[in-house]
């Protein structure tokens, strides 16, 4: 019985920075895949970042290079820093977790079988 909690979302102005944390239990198995999801108002949800418990990352090519996604192994912690933020950010952000360790943001979210409440992450002036 997997249980993910999420915390970390905000309101931001554009250019500016905030860090999602996911504090994961019962992870009985030896191998995961993690990812973190967005969804706005009307939209499909999408993968952002993936990482699995080898440390293999993927990233959406939309948020290349401003994202980062890293795993507290010690702590059971998922985070991601997200840098650089524009409008088009805004959504609800979930973290998800799925048996296995192979994982990219290629999969669906219907792929990923226990997901967190979701923190919103709003970004605008």
């Known amino acids: 019985q997997v249980q993910l909690v999420e915390s970390g979302g905000g309101s931001v102005q554009p250019g500016g920075s905030l860090r999602l944390s996911c504090a994961a239990s019962?992870?009985?198995?030896?191998?995961?895949?993690f990812g973190w999801f967005r969804q706005a108002p009307g939209q499909e949800r999408e993968a952002v970042a993936t990482i699995n418990t080898n440390t293999y990352i993927t990233y959406a090519n939309s948020v290349k290079g401003r994202f980062t996604v890293s795993r507290d192994k010690a702590e059971n912690t998922l985070y991601l820093q997200m840098n650089s933020l524009r409008s088009e950010d805004t959504a609800m952000y979930y973290c998800?977790?799925?048996?296995?360790?192979?994982?990219?943001?290629?999969?669906?979210?219907?792929?990923?079988?226990?997901w967190g409440q979701g923190t919103q992450v709003t970004v605008s002036s």
């Open positions: 019962g992870l009985t198995y030896s191998s995961y895949c």
């Open positions: 998800a977790a799925k048996r296995y360790q192979y994982c990219t943001v290629t999969e669906s979210a219907a792929a990923f079988s226990d």
